[in-house]
């Protein structure tokens, strides 16, 4: 099943129901991207929320049956990557329901988390994300710099050179 820009939103409508508690969520990889118009559907939901927030839905969401496959990380944390501390102040604000704020990731971050693992959808992912927000290399080798991955730093490292010299030949 995939799920467009409305389904994800009133999916989250039907979780704003159930918390008395202001969470921030934000959106990250292909829900980011379904959110900010830059692809139509997801097939998964990806949050990151800061350590409090991360906690309050992850318990709303297993006292909720939603069918949909979810991931969430916590403080900025996207796959096997760490987003600078800035993460959410550059992240887009999407829209803000009673209890929660839900915000996607900047394009540029969405880029530099893709290419950690970097198999063919992510490809296309960081593809269209540099076609549909114009993105530079410099900024996307400048934010690249600034991100923390687990993991062998070297397979990183190749495969940003690898996305600067497909995509910017």
């Known amino acids: 099943m995939t799920l467009d820009k409305s389904k994800l939103v009133e999916f989250l ?15 990250v990889g292909g829900t980011a991207m379904t959110l900010l118009d830059i692809k139509k559907s997801t097939r ?8 409090e927030d991360y906690r309050e839905f992850r318990k709303i969401l297993n006292k909720t049956p939603h069918g949909f496959k979810i991931h969430l990380w916590p403080d900025g944390t996207v796959f096997s990557q760490f987003l600078p501390d800035d993460y959410e102040d550059k ?14 990731l900047n ?16 490809l296309e992912d ?12 410099n900024q996307i080798k400048e934010r690249a710099e ?10 990183y490292k190749t495969n940003l050179k690898y996305v600067l010299e497909k995509f910017f030949p």
């Open 13 to 27: 409508k039907a979780i704003n129901k159930k918390t008395t508690t202001r969470i921030t969520l934000i959106a």
């Open 44 to 51: 998964d939901i990806d949050f990151t929320a800061p350590t």
């Open 91 to 104: 992240s887009i604000t999407i829209t803000q329901l009673n209890h929660i704020t839900l915000k996607a």
């Open 107 to 122: 394009p540029i971050d969405i880029v530099v988390t893709k290419i950690g693992r970097l198999d063919a959808q992510d």
């Open 126 to 137: 960081i593809e269209d994300c540099i076609r549909k927000k114009r993105l530079s290399k």
């Open 146 to 155: 600034k991100i923390q991955y687990v993991g062998k730093e070297e397979t």
